[in-house]
């Protein structure tokens, strides 16, 4: 039976990465994610079901449309895989229950939301807005944190960035963060709580500061390169969704 689950969960998680790729296409265009019917984004050829199994039609096909032979981005199957083993990860974490779809739902819509900032340097309100009120909502069912944990968490979280933001764009006069990263923040403390949101925001900072520099670099491009925070967000309370109990404790025993 476990074994059923985990295969399961695996497939499902391999579906929500083939939505999860409408959505990251078309919400950035305010397109339906509903109608109509996947194509061919070069030649506009309606997709066949067969053609649309994840991953595995992508490999049958070779990575190209099967009507006019034109490369398919390896992202599709990416995304797919990324979001199976969140889903199995997740199944392993919570097991099979109202808490595993939950935090499902919760880390396909950071996926979605970090492919479309790093591809448009934007989050949108259609996402962030409902995940900030779906994980305030979902604080007063059993087995998670408090509504009063979540309501301070969404306030806390949209807080800092926006006095962050606010500050830094006093002193430079440009924009450092923008709304979507705020709302992101919101979101994400709506679900998890505001006590993590310290260590998140300190993963993202990190992380943001090495693999930016990183990408700065080996682009050659100039410090004032817009790097999208969205994604370093959302790794940031993966990592702690996780590994935050593992990751506090080691800090606690390393400097306290």
């Not at 979280?157 to 963060?177: F, H, K, P």
């Amino acid at each position: 039976m476990d074994f059923v689950l985990c295969l399961f969960s695996f497939l499902f998680g391999l579906c929500l990465g083939s939505f999860a790729n409408v959505c990251i296409y078309r919400i950035p265009q305010d397109k339906s994610i509903v109608r109509p019917p996947s194509s061919c984004p070069h030649c506009g050829h309606k997709i066949r079901f067969y053609d649309n199994i994840p991953v595995i039609s992508y490999l049958f096909l070779m990575g190209r449309c099967r009507q006019c032979k034109a490369f398919i981005s390896w992202r599709y199957p990416l995304v797919e895989i990324l979001m199976a083993f969140l889903s199995l990860a997740l199944f392993f974490k919570f097991g099979f229950g109202l808490q595993y779809l939950l935090w499902v739902l919760f880390a396909g819509t950071l996926v979605i939301l970090s492919f479309i900032d790093f591809d448009h340097k934007i989050l949108p309100d259609v996402l962030t807005f409902p995940g900030i009120a779906v994980g305030w909502f979902i604080s007063f069912l059993p087995g998670g944190i408090s509504w009063s944990d979540s309501l301070v968490g969404l306030v806390a979280g949209g807080g800092s960035l926006y006095l962050v933001a606010t500050v830094y764009a006093r002193i430079t006069g440009r924009e450092g963060l923008g709304g979507g990263d705020i709302k992101l923040l919101a979101m994400i403390g709506a679900w998890m709580g505001w006590q993590s949101l310290p260590l998140i925001v300190l993963m993202s900072s990190l992380g943001g500061a090495v693999i930016g520099s990183a990408f700065i670099l080996l682009g050659g491009k100039g410090a004032r390169t817009q790097i999208p925070f969205g994604p370093f967000l959302s790794l940031g309370a993966l990592a702690y969704l996780f590994f935050g109990r593992h990751i506090s404790l080691w800090y606690y025993n390393m400097f306290v």
